[in-house]
């Protein structure tokens, strides 16, 4: 304080007054500029916790990467990557479809072992016949490492084919249909 005084005044000779009014301002930057930090932080963090409280989790992959509206990198940083190992590999004809009753039954959102694709929101479910359900499969020639789980069935008509399932209508009739290789993986544990 005594330092901050004679500062004040060395560079303009003031009154007492002045000279106290100049000291509480400098004061205050100082204050300001050192300190903010602390009080800013403990601010963000309250919003955080709040914010947190309203953000929706998904697990995606079911490779517990917890995904929320904010934080997502961070999130992934911190949850350990799963690995997988392919068991099986083949080609197949791969078609898309969409939570519509004249592409499923008259429960559109529910799969055949009764996921809610719609509450789960994520394009991560296929429908395949011949694999059982909660089998995890890839498709590198269109989607990369991404892991896909076996959770509906098709028409028997379709034994050999699988189907992904897409939130828009749009997107599975612009998918089609393709030939391509899928992997049957498992976690390495």
């Known amino acids: 304080m005594k330092i901050l005084k004679s500062l004040a005044q060395e560079i303009v000779p003031l009154s007492r007054k002045q000279n106290t009014v100049l000291v509480i301002i400098i004061a ?4 300001f500029t050192l300190f903010f930090a602390p009080a800013l932080a403990d601010e963000a963090v309250s919003k955080a916790k709040a914010k947190a409280s309203d953000d ?9 990467v917890k995904e929320s509206k904010m934080g997502t990198e961070a999130a992934k940083l911190a949850t350990p990557v799963t690995e997988y190992r392919v068991v099986s ?22 799969t055949a072992n009764g996921y809610n694709v719609c509450k789960g929101g994520v394009e991560d479910t296929v429908a395949a016949n011949f694999l059982k359900f909660g089998t995890k499969v890839k498709i590198p020639e269109l989607y990369g490492d991404r892991i896909f789980v076996v959770r509906d069935r098709m ?25 391509t290789t899928i992997q049957v993986v498992e976690e390495i544990k």
């Open 28 to 31: 205050c930057v100082f204050q």
């Open 56 to 64: 929706d989790i998904v697990i995606t992959n079911d490779s517990m």
């Open 89 to 110: 590999t083949s080609k197949r004809t791969m078609t898309a479809y969409n939570s519509e009753v004249g592409q499923t039954d008259d429960s559109p959102c529910i």
């Open 155 to 179: 028409n028997k008509k379709h034994p050999e084919r699988v189907d992904i399932w897409m939130k828009n209508r749009k997107d599975a009739i612009q998918f089609g249909r393709k030939v």
